[in-house]
């Protein structure tokens, strides 16, 4: 299989903590994205890094690659119970076949 | 934009029963996904398009599946003859060549085969 790995499966954290959730895969990609899952709801896109970068921020987000370990990390600094979600980790390698992790479950707790 | 229009939102049908589930794209985009989302097997590629022509569907589980994009702003899953294991939510997504390959999701369909 071609899909990623994302740790932890599940995270619960307090409110105004930071949350950390790493993903591995498997192929040579030519970036990867982070997408946001809100229960019953489609997935929507946080932030893209490409191959050639090592960090990129948004806001309270913060994407690092590291393509020699075929990582990836996301961090929401100062989280907020509203950030209640699953977060999935995408790349692509090919043209346009985007693959997905397995996704983290963040609780956030107010 | 209205954002990618997937119908219907819920279907529940019996086994054996054909099923249709229908997309419509952003309009300009022109690649279109086809995911399906379980709890055992998560977000699944079933195939893709690209200018409505099926660029891979090597993620399409089985004969029964099929998938058509008859022009930019439509696309079919169908699934005969359905059944209980079918169970799942099934996104289409779209994207636009340039677009880094961001994804834009419909709501999905909750599909239950009974």
């Known amino acids: 299989s071609q899909q990623g790995e994302e740790d932890p499966q599940a995270l619960s954290i307090q409110e105004g903590e930071n949350a950390t959730m790493n993903c591995s895969y498997k192929?040579?990609?030519?970036?990867l994205q982070w997408y946001r899952q809100n229960s019953g709801r489609g997935l929507v896109h946080l932030i893209l890094i490409r191959s050639n970068e090592r960090e990129k921020h948004s806001g309270r987000l913060r994407v690092t690659l590291d393509t020699s370990k075929k990582s990836s990390s996301l961090l929401i600094t100062a989280s907020r119970a509203a950030d209640t979600a699953s977060y999935f980790c995408a790349h692509s390698g090919g043209y346009q076949k985007v693959t997905f992790g397995t996704g983290t479950k963040l609780q956030v707790i107010p | 934009d209205a954002g990618v229009i997937q119908s219907p939102r819920h279907e529940v049908t019996e086994m054996g029963q054909e099923v249709t589930l229908r997309c419509k794209p952003i309009?300009?985009?022109?690649?279109l996904f086809w995911y399906r989302q379980t709890m055992m097997r998560g977000l699944e590629l079933l195939i893709y398009?690209?200018?409505?022509?099926?660029?891979?569907d090597s993620g399409m589980p089985e004969d029964r599946f099929s998938a058509k994009m008859p022009n930019a702003s439509f696309s079919t899953l169908k699934i005969q003859p359905s059944e209980p294991r079918d169970s799942a939510v099934y996104f289409c997504?779209?994207?636009?060549?340039?677009?880094?390959?961001?994804?834009?999701f419909g709501s999905g369909t909750q599909l239950s085969v009974l």
């Open positions: 309009s300009g985009h022109n690649s």
């Open positions: 398009f690209n200018n409505n022509v099926p660029i891979d």
């Open positions: 997504a779209s994207t636009h060549e340039g677009g880094d390959e961001k994804l834009f």
């Open positions: 192929t040579s990609i030519n970036n």
